[in-house]
């Protein structure tokens, strides 16, 4: 390996160059900071690569330098994508690490580090003659939705506007990871217009006109999956009856009700297209499980990003994976007895408060104090007892692995692990220790979960185990 490779800030290695567009490419690049810290642990990484380099010391760093820009948009598209990355938290997405500004001769360069994600793109995949069957995009076009389901409700919303199979990357493990979000945009004044940003094909109308939705996002996804059926770009199958439309069903082979789906996603016309991306989970998981949706009242222009999204129907279930269905099982007492436990802080000061506010007069100041007191703890516990309550009598029971068992004073930390979506995910609560007697590192515990925000779980610990039988 040569020396005389570009170290930047004394940290990132570049390596060799992964793609390259009119204004940006980016690299491959090492963060050596991480690779001498994995190499000095007290285990060897076992993941090392042909030049002894551990894979999780590997980043992406995308460079921009300014003397490139055609416009200063291409600047402002950029910072935001650095903001954006680095507000940004869910395993279908690369991490940021850093961004910086250096100054050299030859001018400024703005760079972009990101989590490096390894495998190929769809794009890669389809032009090595990979072929996809209906049950393998239906398990992707979950997996996506998901994605989506993160982005577009977040406050403000994410509309990512250039989904695509070059921008999907399918890592080893099979898990589905969405890149490039320079032509992401969040929430703005409806009453402007943005940037037009997309591919051709990909695109609706409505984006077009510089007016993009969450809507415009499931159009692109639909695209792109009747693009993985048919191995065919979705430009080369226009529809006779619409400009925006897409007849692929005469070059797949696809059932009729998988084809309605992806149908319902690439109207031209938003208001008759499938909303949101929980809505599409919805309809796979009819689909999957045969029994009718019904989707209830549509908003004429569909949900905007300030609104919730419609919780889907409560007799809805997912199937992450073959084999590993979610069941839903009846798990009312366990909601009781977690929101009761998340409203005992706040209890602690109100019902001392009331005694000294109503049977010592000279204390009424004092007892006052300690009700506002209690009334400020009580109120978000509220919050997340009734959250809880939710998830739990509606979400899906499902194993999850506990990973860590912290003593935290009168309380145990717990971390535990997931899979939804073919995708792991991690989530840690604070209980009282008697939640956790007998429960080991390593154990299967039973969790609910959103399976439509499956980042949303709640465990069923002490009292609850029992419930969820």
């Not at 090595?128 to 403000?156: D, M, Q, W």
Request: glycine fraction near 8%; include cysteine.
């Amino acid at each position: 390996m040569s020396d005389d490779r570009s170290i930047l800030e004394g940290r990132y290695r570049l390596e060799r160059i992964l793609g390259q567009g009119g204004t940006a490419r980016t690299w491959l690049a090492t963060d050596l900071a991480l690779e001498a810290e994995l190499l000095a642990g007290p285990e060897p990484p076992i993941d090392l690569d042909e030049d002894g380099i551990p894979d999780a010391a590997r980043v992406a760093v995308k460079e921009l330098p300014l003397s490139r820009l055609r416009e200063w948009k291409d600047l402002d598209r950029f910072e935001k994508e650095a903001q954006m990355l680095a507000s940004l938290d869910h395993p279908g997405i690369p991490a940021s690490k850093d961004s910086f500004l250096l100054n050299d001769e030859s001018g400024a360069t703005f760079y972009l580090v990101q989590e490096w994600v390894d495998g190929d793109t769809l794009s890669a995949l389809l032009k090595r003659g990979e072929t996809f069957n209906e049950a393998t995009v239906a398990g992707l076009l979950g997996e996506l939705c998901t994605i989506l389901v993160y982005l577009h409700s977040r406050k403000p919303g994410i509309v990512h506007r250039d989904i695509k199979p070059s921008n999907i990357i399918m890592r080893p493990d099979g898990r589905a990871t969405l890149i490039d979000f320079g032509a992401g945009r969040e929430h703005e004044d409806e009453s402007g217009s943005s940037t037009v940003v997309g591919t051709f094909g990909y695109m609706p109308p409505e984006q077009l006109r510089g007016r993009p939705v969450p809507a415009s996002d499931i159009y692109a996804l639909g695209a792109t999956m009747c693009h993985l059926l048919c191995a065919r770009e979705p430009s080369d199958m226009p529809s006779g009856s619409a400009v925006f439309e897409i007849d692929f069903r005469p070059w797949c082979d696809v059932s009729d009700g998988f084809a309605a789906i992806l149908e319902a996603m690439l109207k031209q016309d938003t208001s008759r297209r499938l909303q949101s991306a929980r809505e599409v989970l919805g309809r796979l998981d009819a689909l999957a499980t045969g029994m009718p949706f019904d989707p209830g009242p549509r908003a004429q222009e569909g949900p905007k990003f300030d609104e919730d999204v419609p919780d889907p129907p409560p007799e809805s279930s997912v199937d992450p994976q073959p084999g590993t269905a979610l069941v839903r099982r009846d798990v009312g007492g366990a909601a009781a007895v977690y929101s009761w436990f998340d409203l005992a802080q706040g209890w602690r000061y109100v019902v001392p408060a009331i005694g000294l506010f109503f049977l010592i007069p000279p204390l009424t100041p004092v007892g006052l104090v300690l009700l506002l007191c209690g009334a400020f703890v009580c109120a978000p516990n509220l919050r997340e007892g009734y959250h809880n309550h939710q998830l739990l009598t509606r979400g899906a029971i499902q194993p999850a692995t506990v990973e860590v068992l912290e003593a935290r004073g009168g309380q145990v930390r717990v971390v535990y692990a997931y899979t939804v979506h073919r995708q792991t995910y991690r989530a840690e609560v604070d209980v009282p220790h008697h939640f956790v007697a007998g429960v080991r590192v390593g154990d299967s515990i039973d969790i609910a979960v959103d399976p439509y925000v499956p980042e949303d779980s709640v465990p069923l610990l002490g009292r609850m185990r029992g419930m969820a039988k």
